[in-house]
């Protein structure tokens, strides 16, 4: 075996591997998701939403909490941390995968690959870290339950979503470690996962979001945000953002300045050819952007750059915080967290931003530099709000999800070994949506929980506008 510790010398078949598998099933039950949504690790509500707060921008932290009591779904939504104390009490299997770390339902959406094909995948990897697949799983299937509460779905078709997801989930991966390797790698890529997981009822709705994400570019944001700046002594017509507070502000130029050149230097974890398409843009205006809701309150950029005969490119520039899963998982430290989630999302992704990176930047001017990812804006994204989904179409969604997590995940754990340990059996499909139920029901406590806070002034809120 070389010093890079892949070794090309020998090979496992697929049943030897597949038996692994089953040994691990009889050390821990698939059953064992069937189980009490709570832990000893979890912390009160006030103070997880207290803690979760620190490090953020005081003055955006009561839209935060604003936008996380809208509703359960959204508390949900901000809440990966409090799930992840909760998950940390409860048996896994042992098999580690590269983890969304945040995969509820609404973070699977469309965007555009550098082909201009529309694919859709897992598209937030904020908490992207190595953990149990359980947990992914469980946090998706627990959001469908939301979701579909908040759509009005009645309790069969919500704990039905949450089941399928389980029962898709199950069978991608049996489908995968029965696939060559070469095409298990590139399975699910485009609007084909569908038919493949058996959710043709999601079909217009998709073509409905492709449409809408094809306009969802640069060109039209320019449009709809920014005034002309015309340069008469370069003849370059240039533009700058429109101010709408608290959303889009402008800002110092000092600050300007310290973004900009964390844009150079992030260029250097592009690849080469990137770097020399990146290094054909120029800048002309940068602002602050509020984004999310788990995000509210961190320093998130977007910059402006300009580039041939009227082109436009608008790169998020956002600040990266270590994984809320983190203190819950033996992990080793992170160089930056950056990178952390660029390197996370080239794993688990069918097909990566080609201008996603990382870089640090001090942007208080304090002394202290921060890590931050850079990615396209608006580069063809859209999505399908499982929250509006008529009730009889959940269930779909869950299948599609599920699906998309199990290709996600095979990435990193071998779908053969994780073929092996749920080995066939539907009991676990039903194992999971029961725990979705509970964890749906623990949630929509904490939710009022955090509304009774708020209304006693404990906990300061601003309603988003």
């Not at 953002?241 to 608290?246: A, G, R």
């Not at 300007?256 to 843009?281: K, P, Q, W």
Request: with cysteine.
């Amino acid at each position: 075996m070389s010093d890079s510790g892949i070794d090309l010398r020998s090979y496992a078949p697929a049943e030897q591997i597949r038996a692994r598998g089953r040994v691990l099933r009889q050390q821990v039950s698939p059953l064992a998701r069937d189980r009490e949504p709570t832990s000893v690790h979890r912390p009160g509500v006030p103070e997880f939403v207290e803690a979760s707060n620190a490090g953020r921008l005081p003055h955006l932290r009561p839209l935060r909490v604003g936008r996380m009591i809208a509703s359960p779904f959204t508390f949900y939504r901000g809440a990966a941390g409090l799930m992840a104390a909760d998950l940390a009490g409860g048996p896994h299997s042992g098999l580690a995968a590269q983890l969304c770390g945040d995969a509820h339902a609404a973070n699977f959406g469309l965007y555009g690959t550098a082909r201009g094909e529309i694919i859709m995948d897992i598209n937030d990897f904020d908490e992207t870290i190595a953990g149990p697949w359980e947990w992914d799983l469980e946090r998706l299937a627990a959001s469908l339950v939301l979701a579909g509460r908040e759509g009005c779905a009645d309790e069969d078709d919500c704990r039905t979503a949450a089941r399928d997801a389980a029962r898709a989930y199950r069978a991608t991966v049996d489908a995968l470690a029965a696939m060559p390797f070469m095409a298990s790698w590139t399975a699910l890529p485009d609007e084909s996962v569908i038919t493949q997981a058996k959710a043709e009822a999601l079909l217009d709705d998709f073509a409905k979001a492709a449409k809408k994400a094809r306009k969802n570019t640069s060109a039209k944001v320019v449009a709809k945000w920014t005034e002309h700046l015309d340069d008469h002594e370069t003849g370059i017509r240039r533009h700058r953002f429109i101010s709408d507070p608290p959303i889009l502000t402008a800002v110092e130029d000092r600050v300007a300045a310290a973004v900009i050149e964390g844009l150079e230097r992030y260029a250097e974890t592009l690849r080469e050819s990137r770097r020399n398409l990146i290094a054909r843009f120029a800048v002309s205006d940068i602002a602050f952007r509020i984004v999310g809701t788990g995000s509210v309150g961190l320093h998130t950029y977007i910059a402006l750059l300009h580039g041939n005969d009227g082109e436009s490119l608008i790169l998020q520039v956002k600040q990266a915080t270590p994984s809320v899963l983190a203190p819950f998982l033996p992990t080793a430290p992170t160089r930056h967290e950056g990178e952390r989630i660029v390197q996370g999302a080239r794993i688990v992704q069918s097909e990566t931003d080609i201008l996603l990176g990382w870089t640090s930047l001090d942007p208080t001017g304090g002394g202290t530099e921060l890590p931050f990812i850079v990615r396209q804006f608006r580069n063809s994204k859209g999505s399908i709000d499982p929250t509006g989904l008529p009730a009889n179409d959940l269930d779909d969604y869950g299948r599609l999800a599920g699906a998309l997590l199990a290709r996600a995940h095979s990435r990193s754990l071998d779908p053969r070994l994780l073929s092996g340990y749920l080995d066939g059996d539907e009991r676990f499909d039903d194992s999971v949506a029961n725990f979705a139920v509970r964890y749906a029901d623990r949630t929509e406590a904490d939710h009022a929980e955090l509304v009774a806070a708020v209304r006693a002034g404990r906990i300061a809120a601003e309603q988003p506008d």
